[in-house]
C-alpha cells in the first residue's frame, strides 16, 4: 500500500490550494480517504474524509463552506480543495487511508505529507 | 463532547512500564486508535479497535479503556520510543474524528 502526495506549494492569503493523493497497492474503492494536517509544532487536526466509492464526503466543522474532497477512479487519486486560504493554514497535510469496525475508525496508512505554506 | 485530553508531556525510565492515557466521553461508545509520530515523519498507526496491532508493531504497546479514559501502555519502553503519542476516535455521531492534542514522550 503506497499514498503519494503531491509537492509543497507557497500560497497567498485568500487563494486556494489543490493537493493530490495517488494511492496504490489495494483496491481504489474500498477504503475511505481522509486528510489530517499538522501546523507547525501542533498536534493532529482531522480535516474530512471521502468515500472513493461513491464520492461521498463528510468535513470537519471548522472547514465547512472551503473545503471539497473529490476523486478519480481512473488513476485512483484523492483530490482536497482548500479556499479562501489564511496564514493559519500553513501546515503539512497528510493524507492516510481509513478503515471501520462498528466501534473504531483509524489510518491505517499514511502519505508522507504536503507543506503547505501560506505568506504574502 | 468531541475533545479528547492527552497529558502534553511524559517521560519513563528506559525499561520501565508507562501508560498515557486519553480523556473523552466519546470513549464510552467507541474505541480510541493511537499513534506514534517521530520528528519530521508521517503517524504510524499503533493500536486500532480497542486492543489490535497492526503487523510489525511491538507487543510491548497494548492499549486499554476504562468509562471515558482510553490508554496506551508500553510495558518496558525502549529509547527508540521517545516519540508524541496522538489518540483518535470517533465522535459521538459516529461520522466525525478527533485527534488528542499529543503526549510528547522522553525517554530517560
Request: net charge neutral; aromatic share 12%.
Amino acid at each position: 500500500v503506497q499514498l503519494v502526495q503531491s509537492g509543497a506549494e507557497v500560497k497567498k492569503p485568500g487563494a486556494s490550494v489543490k493537493l493530490s493523493c495517488e494511492t496504490s497497492g489495494y483496491t481504489f474503492v474500498t477504503y475511505y480517504i481522509h486528510w489530517v494536517r499538522q501546523a507547525p509544532g501542533q498536534g493532529l487536526e482531522w480535516m474530512g474524509m471521502i468515500n472513493p466509492s461513491g464520492g461521498s464526503t463528510n468535513f470537519g466543522q471548522k472547514f465547512q463552506g472551503r473545503i471539497s474532497m473529490t476523486r478519480d477512479k481512473s488513476t485512483s487519486t484523492v483530490f482536497m480543495d482548500l479556499s479562501s486560504l489564511r496564514f493559519d493554514d500553513t501546515a503539512v497535510y497528510y493524507c492516510a487511508r481509513g478503515d471501520d469496525s462498528t466501534h473504531s475508525r483509524w489510518f491505517d496508512f499514511w502519505g508522507r505529507g504536503t507543506l503547505v505554506t501560506v505568506a504574502s | 463532547s468531541s475533545e479528547l485530553t492527552q497529558d502534553p508531556a511524559v517521560s519513563v525510565a528506559l525499561g520501565q512500564t508507562v501508560r498515557l492515557t486519553c480523556q473523552g466521553d466519546t470513549f464510552r461508545s467507541y474505541y480510541a486508535s493511537w499513534y506514534q509520530q517521530k520528528p519530521g515523519q508521517a503517524p504510524v498507526l499503533l493500536i486500532f479497535d480497542k486492543d489490535s496491532r497492526p503487523s510489525g508493531i511491538p507487543p510491548r504497546f497494548s492499549g486499554s479503556t476504562s468509562g471515558d479514559t482510553a490508554s496506551l501502555t508500553i510495558t518496558g519502553a525502549q529509547a527508540e520510543d521517545e516519540a508524541d503519542y496522538y489518540c483518535s476516535c470517533r465522535d459521538s455521531s459516529g461520522d466525525l474524528v478527533f485527534f488528542g492534542g499529543g503526549t510528547k514522550l522522553t525517554v530517560l
